[in-house]
């Protein structure tokens, strides 16, 4: 069955840190490129931070030096570390798979940032 299942998320204090895994299956995950997206309630969705199969990154300039993007290809398995959390951070977020012949989206995964 060919899908991307986040875990990781939940409530947390401002300042505090989390980690949210997206597992792969289905796919060859060093063919894709891969991301994470965020979506708050009413606002569109955003990109957060991707990371190419050749190892290129981005991150929304937000989160520039907060989050980091990772991949183990081995595990099929894509990380995002999120560290100094804020409210703003809220969001339902999504990992997102991308080739040149298709791409896939997890459910998502729910982050709340609150004291």
């Known amino acids: 069955q060919v899908q991307l299942v986040e875990s990781g998320g939940g409530l947390v204090q401002p300042g505090g840190s989390l980690r949210l895994s997206c597992a792969a299956s289905g796919i060859t995950l060093s063919d894709y490129d891969m991301a994470w997206y965020r979506q708050a309630p009413k606002m569109e969705r955003e990109l957060v931070a991707r990371?190419?199969?050749?190892?290129?990154?981005f991150y929304k300039s937000s989160v520039k030096g907060r989050f980091t993007i990772s991949r183990d290809n081995a595990k099929q398995m894509v990380y995002l570390q999120m560290n100094s959390l804020v409210p703003e951070d809220t969001a339902t977020y999504l990992c997102h798979a991308r080739a040149p012949w298709g791409q896939m989206w997890g459910q998502g995964t729910q982050v709340t940032v609150s004291s």
């Open positions: 990371l190419t199969k050749g190892g290129g990154t």
